[in-house]
């Protein structure tokens, strides 16, 4: 075997054992240790809503220290674009490290830096010249964002939508609003920051029909009561709402917040982290509406796994003098080589399953949603999609606990989800999930619905 391979000698698609296959109670005997000891060591805030310890991971399959397999809907929230350890984005990154582990792009230069600086800069769904700047998460391109956005307008208030998450660091816990104990005791917040509501088209608020009309009133009110809209510098909007609820906004929304912002000089910031770099089947979310932003944020997919952010912004706008701003880590060689890989992947075909593989897990969640009055709705584009779980459809009062047991139920069948918004599960498996593992998944999460079904109707008979 030569020592490294072109793309074309990897297949696009890993072969992966058959998932899920579960040998030991769960948890077994070497995660409830691993478990026990994490326990005592580490911050009582992470979000463990089960004992899933990873051993190895290829593919869209997990193995835990104990054999189990597990088939995994998750991709590590949305990040590992082409799988887990894709062989192509491995060798990038073993290639990479025998050169050089770090020499901080701050101060430095190297080559894996500056090609994928002119692809990103390219691929974005920005027309004409633009720049970028590399960060480690999606927090930090966020905070980049933020301080960008006042430096260029000379402006300070910003403003953002309930049900957003944009992150933990100060700047991007200020904007979000997702949920309260993510804020709650750290405050004050920053300041300048208003939120208005984000159209969510499954559970309308206020009095009007219209979610966008409803959203785009909010924020006048705010210019007129608040501040004036020369005193705004940016709206931060994400094109599907991610950790909200996978809130797909009409369509006209983003097309009316793009024409307020340039009536107003104010900048447009899409929060790309969760739903960029293909996942949606284009290579970036706002794509699917046609509307040009002024600034992008990435991270998550970026480089599959390696920590990896940036922002993308018009190049006239990215003015901030040398010294403004910079990060000693973002931009680190070996997590450039690995996303430079992944956009290889993407380029190659994994963008195309993503829409077609994520069109046929839409199809199955609507059949779902057919079969069970539980079901609220079905929501996404491509592989980021969910379904809400709901106490009745008429008022759509919503349902967490049938939710929280919907999650449990897929964990113990060896099936890896996630919540989101309040009441909803999402699916955001690797681009290179392949429809029978949809199918497999599709069908575990019937039997876990039925079971709690089951469940819930034993315990009111009760
Ligand atoms: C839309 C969005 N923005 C920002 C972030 C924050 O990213 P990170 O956790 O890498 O800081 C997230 C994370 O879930 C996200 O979904």
């Given at each position: 075997?030569?020592?490294f391979?072109?793309?074309?000698?990897?297949p696009?698609?890993?072969?992966?054992?058959?998932?899920p296959?579960?040998?030991?109670?769960l948890p077994?005997?070497?995660v409830?240790?691993?478990t026990?000891?994490?326990?005592?060591?580490?911050?009582?805030?992470?979000?463990?809503?089960?004992?899933?310890?990873?051993?190895?991971a290829?593919?869209?399959?997990i193995?835990?220290?104990?054999?189990?397999?597990f088939?995994?809907m998750?991709?590590?929230?949305?990040?590992?674009?082409?799988?887990?350890?894709h062989?192509?984005v491995?060798?990038?990154?073993?290639?990479?490290?025998?050169r050089?582990?770090?020499?901080?792009?701050?101060?430095?230069?190297?080559?894996?830096?500056?090609e994928?600086?002119?692809?990103?800069?390219?691929?974005?769904?920005?027309?004409?010249k633009?720049?970028?700047?590399?960060?480690?998460?999606?927090?930090?391109?966020?905070e980049?964002a933020?301080?960008l956005?006042?430096?260029h307008?000379?402006?300070?208030?910003?403003?953002?939508?309930?049900?957003?998450?944009?992150?933990?660091?100060?700047?991007?816990?200020s904007?979000?609003?997702s949920?309260?104990?993510?804020?709650?005791?750290?405050?004050?917040?920053v300041?300048?920051?208003?939120h208005?509501?984000?159209?969510?088209?499954?559970?309308?608020?206020g009095?009007?029909k219209?979610?966008?009309?409803?959203?785009m009133?909010?924020?006048?009110?705010?210019?007129?009561?608040?501040?004036s809209?020369?005193?705004?510098?940016?709206?931060?909007?994400?094109?599907?709402?991610?950790?909200g609820?996978?809130?797909?906004?009409?369509?006209?929304?983003?097309?009316?917040?793009?024409?307020l912002?340039?009536?107003?000089g104010?900048?447009?910031?899409?929060d790309?982290?969760?739903?960029?770099m293909g996942?949606t089947?284009?290579?970036w979310?706002?794509?699917?509406?046609?509307?040009?932003?002024d600034?992008?944020?990435?991270?998550?997919?970026?480089?599959?796994?390696?920590?990896?952010?940036?922002?993308?912004?018009r190049?006239?706008?990215m003015?901030?003098?040398?010294?403004?701003?910079?990060s000693?880590?973002g931009?680190?060689?070996?997590?450039?080589?690995?996303?430079?890989?992944?956009?290889?992947?993407l380029?190659?075909?994994?963008?195309h399953?993503a829409?077609?593989?994520g069109?046929?897990l839409?199809?199955q969640l609507?059949?779902?949603?057919?079969?069970?009055?539980?079901?609220?709705?079905?929501?996404?584009?491509?592989?980021?999609?969910?379904?809400?779980?709901?106490?009745?459809?008429?008022?759509r009062?919503?349902?967490?606990?049938?939710?929280?047991?919907?999650?449990?139920?897929?964990?113990?069948?060896?099936?890896?989800?996630?919540?989101?918004g309040?009441s909803?599960?999402?699916f955001?498996?690797?681009l290179?999930?392949s429809?029978?593992?949809?199918?497999?998944?599709?069908?575990?999460?019937?039997?876990?619905i039925?079971k709690?079904?089951?469940r819930i109707?034993?315990?009111?008979?009760?």
């Open positions: 075997m030569k020592e391979m072109n793309i074309q000698d990897f696009l698609i890993p072969t992966q054992p058959e998932a296959k579960i040998i030991t109670r077994g005997p070497r409830r240790a691993l026990g000891r994490d326990r005592r060591v580490t911050s009582p805030s992470y979000t463990r809503d089960y004992p899933l310890v990873v051993d190895r290829v593919g869209s399959v193995t835990d220290p104990d054999g189990n397999l088939l995994d998750t991709a590590g929230i949305a990040v590992t674009a082409s799988g887990h350890s062989p192509y491995v060798q990038a990154i073993r290639r990479q490290a025998e050089c582990l770090h020499m901080s792009g701050t101060d430095f230069y190297y080559a894996s830096q500056i994928l600086a002119e692809r990103l800069v390219k691929s974005a769904p920005m027309k004409g633009n720049r970028i700047f590399f960060t480690n998460s999606g927090a930090e391109s966020i980049a933020l301080k956005a006042r430096y307008t000379g402006r300070q208030h910003v403003i953002a939508f309930i049900g957003a998450f944009h992150g933990r660091t100060y700047g991007a816990m904007l979000g609003a949920k309260v104990i993510q804020s709650q005791g750290f405050k004050p917040l300041p300048q920051i208003s208005v509501d984000y159209p969510n088209p499954y559970r309308p608020v009095h009007e219209n979610v966008t009309d409803h959203s009133r909010e924020i006048e009110t705010v210019f007129r009561h608040k501040v809209p020369r005193e705004v510098a940016a709206i931060f909007v994400e094109a599907i709402q991610g950790e609820g996978y809130i797909v906004p009409p369509d006209d929304f983003l097309p009316r917040l793009r024409e912002c340039s009536t107003h104010i900048m447009l910031v899409c790309e982290v969760q739903s960029g996942r089947g284009t290579m979310c706002i794509e699917h509406s046609g509307v040009e932003p600034m992008i944020t990435s991270a998550k997919g970026l480089a599959s796994g390696l920590p990896l952010g940036a922002l993308i912004a190049k006239k706008i003015d901030w003098p040398y010294g403004s701003h910079a000693t880590f931009g680190n060689p070996v997590s450039c080589a690995a996303s430079l890989a992944t956009l290889d992947l380029e190659a075909g994994l963008m399953n829409k077609t593989v069109g046929f839409i199809k609507e059949a779902m949603y057919n079969e069970f009055e539980v079901i609220g709705d079905v929501r996404g584009r491509g592989l980021m999609a969910a379904i809400e779980f709901v106490k009745d459809r008429s008022s009062d919503i349902f967490p606990e049938f939710r929280n047991q919907v999650v449990q139920e897929c964990f113990h069948r060896g099936l890896l989800v996630l919540g989101c309040e909803a599960i999402r955001c498996p690797a290179t999930v429809q029978r593992q949809i199918e497999t998944a599709m069908a575990i999460v019937h039997d876990a039925k709690v079904q089951q109707k034993g315990a009111a008979a009760a």
